[in-house]
C-alpha cells in the first residue's frame, strides 16, 4: 500500500513563503508523476503543479507558474513544492499525489481524476 504524507504547511502573511514536502513510502520513479493540489474553501480540487518523475519536466496552473516551483529527490523519495509570493487566494488544503500511467495530454497532469494515490494533506493559510 503506497502512503503519501504532507508537511510543511503553516499560516503565513501575503507576500510569504512556505515549502511543503511529501513523503512516499513507494519509489517514486515508479509512478509516472508526481502532482500537487489544493482545495480552497468552499470550492472544487485543482491541479497546482506536477513533475515527470523521469525527466523532472514540470507543468504549472497559470495562476501559480512564475511563484511555485516542484521538485523531486528521488534517493529520498520526497516532492516538494515550494511556494512563493503567496496571496490570500492560495488558501487551501494542499495534496500530493501519485500517478501511474502516462496520458498523451500534458493538462491530464493536472487532472486529479489521473492520480492513483493521494495523501491527508496539509493546510495554507495566507493573510493579507
Known amino acids: 500500500q503506497v502512503q503519501l504524507v504532507e508537511s510543511g504547511g503553516g499560516s503565513v502573511q501575503a507576500g510569504g513563503s512556505l515549502k511543503l514536502s511529501c513523503a512516499v513510502s513507494?519509489?517514486?520513479?515508479?509512478?509516472?508523476?508526481m502532482g500537487w493540489f489544493r482545495q480552497p474553501p468552499g470550492k472544487e480540487r485543482e491541479g497546482v503543479a506536477t513533475i515527470h518523475t523521469r525527466t523532472t519536466s514540470t507543468y504549472y496552473a497559470a495562476s501559480v507558474k512564475g511563484r511555485f516551483t516542484i521538485s523531486q529527490d528521488s534517493a529520498k523519495n520526497t516532492v516538494y513544492l515550494l511556494m512563493n509570493s503567496l496571496k490570500p487566494e492560495d488558501t487551501a488544503m494542499y495534496y500530493c499525489?501519485?500517478?501511474?500511467?502516462?496520458?498523451?495530454?500534458?493538462?491530464?497532469?493536472?487532472?486529479?481524476?489521473?492520480?492513483?494515490?493521494w495523501g491527508q494533506g496539509t493546510q495554507v493559510t495566507v493573510s493579507s
Open positions: 513507494g519509489d517514486i520513479i515508479s509512478f509516472t508523476a
Open positions: 499525489a501519485a500517478k501511474r500511467r502516462p496520458s498523451p495530454y500534458l493538462s491530464a497532469y493536472l487532472s486529479g481524476n489521473e492520480y492513483d494515490y
